[in-house]
């Protein structure tokens, strides 16, 4: 069976994960109102709410660390690395654990909601009107009965550095996203 540009683009989107019957499966989760996914193999955790400790001079986009079993966690706020508003203050949040090079990073999003099986055919290369703050860090997207779901590039969030330091938001209109955030 040959494969498709579609379906290696997907393939390569999932980090090579596209199954053997030309599938991808996600962990979905929420930000701002937003439908996201990751690659289920590139979760390792997924966990409630946490206490977080804030590290002094940390880039704005790192929540700070916790513990996980032992281990020291880099907390990273997906909101704020994706230049959407800071969460309210008093809404509980959830983090997909995730490893790149060694180290655990926690993606500090609104919701973790559930696992989905998609066809590598129906993935699609980043729209055009897909705001630039999404499209640096998203492998492509895939349009579902209700929404789409933008799929996250987990390698792209982790390289943290001064290149990659997102601006604080200076509101909706200016990142072109909609009043909730959604692309």
Not at 29 to 44: F, S
Not at 46 to 51: N, S
Not at 81 to 102: I, K, N, T, Y
Not at 110 to 139: G, H, K, Y
Request: with cysteine; aromatic share 4%; net charge neutral.
């Amino acid at each position: 069976m040959s494969t498709t540009m579609r379906e290696r683009a997907a393939f390569a989107a999932t980090g090579g994960e596209a199954g053997r019957h030309g599938t991808a499966a996600f962990v979905t989760l929420t930000i701002a109102d937003q439908t996201c996914g990751i690659p289920v193999l590139a979760v390792r955790d997924i966990l409630g709410g946490q206490v977080i400790t804030r590290i002094p001079l940390a880039a704005r986009e790192i929540a700070g660390s916790l513990n996980l079993r032992g281990r020291i966690v880099t907390a990273i706020d997906l909101r704020r690395r994706l230049g959407l508003p800071d969460a309210d203050a008093d809404s509980v949040r959830m983090s997909v654990v995730a490893e790149q090079s060694g180290e655990l990073y926690a993606l500090l999003v609104d919701q973790v909601s559930e696992v989905l099986t998609l066809s590598a055919s129906a993935f699609e290369a980043n729209p055009p009107t897909l705001p630039p703050q999404w499209s640096e860090f998203s492998a492509g997207i895939y349009r579902l009965e209700d929404r789409l779901l933008v799929v996250l590039d987990v390698a792209r969030l982790l390289a943290l550095g001064p290149a990659s330091r997102s601006p604080a938001p200076q509101g909706h209109a200016s990142h072109g996203a909609t009043s909730h955030g959604r692309v």
